[in-house]
């Protein structure tokens, strides 16, 4: 064993010829040595047996066998097994039999030269004998072939487009080197029949590589940086630590800085709910155009700061509101070290007197992203998360009136839908149907459209919260995302509906198991302070004591994940859920009743279960790729499948990057010849049952949209539809030759000719260079139903 190798050359100044049997060591013994064998001893009866040979250590040295090193290894490896998989450690007198097997089995090998992996590997097959497979699991190596690790560096091999933000570069190939290492040590910690449902397909356990050491997503209380200032590496050993911001520069600065930070504690998207109305005390009496210059440098910074896992740019969102929602106008600013509602003898300050603020930082903020970058590219981080509110649908004449230089709230949601028509970078929250209880609590979206809320109803510190009472805030996001294979359920029914919810059901109970195992690893992971950013208590600039959590761990949420609802109805009904009403209505009900059965898991086990569509980025392909890797689904996978199913079927033996998938979520088809109304008539509907998140996405035919119609179309879909949160996705082209920009999916640049193109598009949840995609999305790329300016005709 690796460790094993260099406890021997420690030891081997004090042994003797210590790996010679008890049985056949005596000082007349005689050693012969040929050049085409390993060296030989003779036995006081005559015969010869194998001298075991001398350890390679990892650091380059030759040293004695000592089979007493196998023996301890094992006694400190096995005590992880109690920790993981609840079996006790080895015993001593279990060690030694492993390790004398272990002995026979190198001597009968004749070899001249022994390596400490290659003593693993012969413990491992002694422990798998024996079927002890949680001792073989905690004792084996983790790690990836020279050639495997050469083919990472040249940006192929190992999960080269598992994710679109990754850029080509040195942090890369470190990031997925590391990724590869930890998703093979945290599949061999899980239980093994968890390991063996990830393995096979039928669940997916997102961002596996961070399983143990970090949280997913989480939506930020700018608040809470603006009072107690910025400690990037949450402790303040490491970082400098700055005190509240007292300027406007310095206080974009820490929001940005926040979100970089963050990216050591958490998996995926970071971002700040309700940004532009906690950061306006800060603009206050600034002109237009110094408001401007801060939003430009915020956007400038989240799209140019290559310091998030692996040197990708920080997956960032913002939600952002034209004007100041009704819940915050009375409640106390935030700002500059301190909560303005009078306790200190100092002026009360409510967020409504900051209206001028929030509406010109609106303005400011999508007048830079129309403007694009240098040369003219959209920005793709922040996200802009267009709320569209009760409060913002009707005019707030009064102020108006008094303000006439200021633009309505109708001329901002305008600028919304240019930057839709011109780039299709905003997605729009929408809160106007009930179900979105707005003005009654708070709610965001997160990541690639994973949803998180509060309410006085299930938070008994709602109002605490609100008014940031001893530095209580809010605090949403998800500890981990389980998705589930929810075709292959479909298959196993065999057309038994019974049986296709108890299956998916069934699922649900196996990603409880997931979670439950993750909260077992975090919680030590916490309790030694290895999530210090999120677990931080900064000095209350006012008491001088240490200050609020910043992540309060207990309200993040864990997360199921669905796929491929719409091939599971094909194949269990023979229909897609679009082509007939029982084939919908068998949709409806499962999810229904898997959001009863999330409730019900949820109070069983005491965690928060929310139920979400999956934006599968590669989930969809690893799961249609997975179910044709499998004799027994096989041929039922190819009945459902999207994308080029017969070419795929071919190359298994080549690659998995294949250009077949299963559709997201809820979502009908990405192919489906719909019209836009149709299509929205089928999804729509699954937006109030899935309440862990989901998303409608309108992919533009148009080289330039009408920006009227676009709102037009936009309000009343929010007005009569159930749709909560959705995006147009315009299709782009930029020449890498002479940098000019392109409407649509051009092959060669309309300017200088070049083929040195490369497209643009959202891949899930957000806009990237297509040459990053895997093959199923390339191939859903080019399957997508476009569609012209649309109306609700």
């Known amino acids: 064993m690796d460790s094993m190798a260099e406890e021997i050359e420690k030891k081997v100044k004090n042994t003797d010829i210590s790996g010679v049997p008890e049985d056949t060591t005596t000082s007349s013994n005689i050693v012969e040595k040929t050049s085409e064998s390993s060296p030989r001893q003779q036995t006081l009866d005559g015969s010869f047996v194998s001298i075991m040979p001398k350890v390679r250590t990892t650091d380059g040295h030759m040293v004695e066998w000592d089979r007493n090193i196998v023996v301890n290894q094992l006694l400190k490896e096995t005590s992880l097994s109690e920790r993981f998989h609840g079996i006790p450690a080895v015993t001593r007198d279990e060690a030694l039999v492993i390790a004398k097997e272990t002995e026979k089995r190198i001597r009968s090998m004749n070899l001249r030269f022994l390596s400490g992996p290659l003593i693993r590997e012969v413990v491992n097959m002694v422990l798998i004998e024996r079927n002890d497979v949680e001792w073989r699991n905690i004792s084996t190596r983790v790690g ?168 990708q740019l920080v997956f960032s969102s913002v939600q952002l509101s034209p004007g100041v929602p009704k819940l915050w106008r009375d409640k106390p600013a935030v700002y500059r070290g301190r909560v303005w ?36 590219k959209p920005f793709n981080f922040p996200k802009p998360e267009i709320s569209i509110e009760p409060d913002f649908m009707e005019e707030d004449e009064m102020f108006n009136r008094a303000h006439p230089e200021l633009p309505t709230y109708d001329d901002l949601y305008n600028l919304t839908f240019e930057l839709t028509a011109k780039f299709g970078t905003p997605y729009f929250d929408n809160q106007l149907p009930p179900y979105r ?106 008491t001088g004591k240490k200050g609020a959590v910043a992540v309060d761990m207990d309200s993040l949420v864990f997360t199921i994940g669905v796929v491929g609802i719409n091939e599971m109805v094909q194949y269990h009904t023979g229909s897609q859920m679009h082509e007939s009403k029982e084939a919908f209505k068998v949709a409806v009900r499962a999810m229904t009743e898997m959001e009863m059965h999330a409730r019900k898991i949820s109070e069983e086990h005491g965690i928060e279960i929310a139920l979400a569509r999956t934006p599968a980025e590669t989930t969809c392909q690893r799961f249609g790729v997975s179910d044709l890797l499998h004799d027994e689904y096989r041929e039922k996978a190819a009945s459902v499948l999207k994308g080029d199913v017969e070419s795929s079927v071919s190359r298994l033996k080549e690659t998995h990057d294949l250009p077949v998938y299963y559709t997201n979520g809820t979502h009908a088809p990405p192919g489906a010849d719909l019209s836009l109304m149709e299509r929205i008539n089928v999804e729509h509907v699954f937006f109030p049952i899935v309440d862990g998140g989901n998303i409608m996405h309108i992919w533009l035919g148009e080289g330039s949209p009408d920006a009227k119609g676009l709102k037009d179309f936009t309000m009343h879909l929010a007005r009569n539809t159930q749709t909560g949160y959705f995006a147009f996705t315009k299709d782009m082209t930029v020449c890498m030759n002479d940098f000019h920009m392109m409407s649509g999916l051009q092959d060669c640049c309309e300017n200088c000719n070049s083929d040195n193109v490369e497209h643009l598009s959202r891949v899930t949840g957000y806009i990237q260079s297509v040459g990053g995609w895997n093959a199923a999305k390339k191939q859903e790329l080019a399957d997508r139903m476009r569609y012209g300016s649309p109306d609700m005709r």
């Open 144 to 311: 990836t072939p020279v050639y495997d690790a050469c083919e990472i560096d040249m940006g192929t091999g190992f999960e080269a487009k598992e994710n679109a933000n990754l850029q080509e570069n040195a942090e890369t190939s470190h990031k997925k080197k590391a990724d590869k290492i930890s998703k093979e040590q945290y599949l061999l910690l899980l239980p093994p029949k968890l390991s063996d449902l990830h393995l096979n397909g039928d669940l997916h356990i997102h961002d596996l590589e961070y399983m143990g050491t970090r949280a997913f997503c989480q939506d930020w209380d700018l608040r809470y940086f603006f009072y107690y200032g910025l400690m990037p590496d949450g402790s303040g050993a490491k970082a400098s630590v700055a005190g509240p911001a007292m300027k406007a520069e310095v206080a974009v600065l820490h929001a940005v800085k926040a979100l970089g930070s963050a990216q050591t504690n958490f998996a995926g998207g970071q971002g700040f709910y309700n940004f532009l109305t906690f950061l306006a005390p800060f603009l206050e009496g600034k002109s237009y155009k110094e408001i401007e210059q801060l939003m430009q440098m915020f956007v400038y910074e989240m799209t140019q700061m290559m310091v998030a896992r692996g040197g």
């Open 341 to 376: 509602d009078g306790s200190d003898g100092s002026d009360v300050r409510v967020y409504g007197e900051y209206e001028r603020e929030v509406r010109l930082g609106f303005q400011a903020l999508m007048n830079v992203m129309l403007e694009g970058d240098y040369w003219g």
């Open 437 to 542: 209880g707005a003005g009654e609590g708070i709610s965001c979206y997160q990541c690639c459209a994973y949803q998180f809320s509060a309410n006085a109803e299930d938070d008994d510190e709602f109002e605490e919260k609100l008014n940031f009472t001893d530095g209580k805030h809010f605090s949403m996001g998800s500890w981990q995302v389980v998705s589930l294979n929810c075709p292959r359920a479909a298959y196993e029914a065999q057309g038994d509906d019974k049986e296709l919810f108890a299956r998916l059901k069934g699922l649900m109970d196996r990603a409880i198991e997931v979670f439950h195992t993750k909260l077992k690893w975090m919680t030590p992971i916490i309790e030694s302070g290895r999530m210090p950013f999120a677990t931080q208590q900064p000095k209350d600039p006012v």
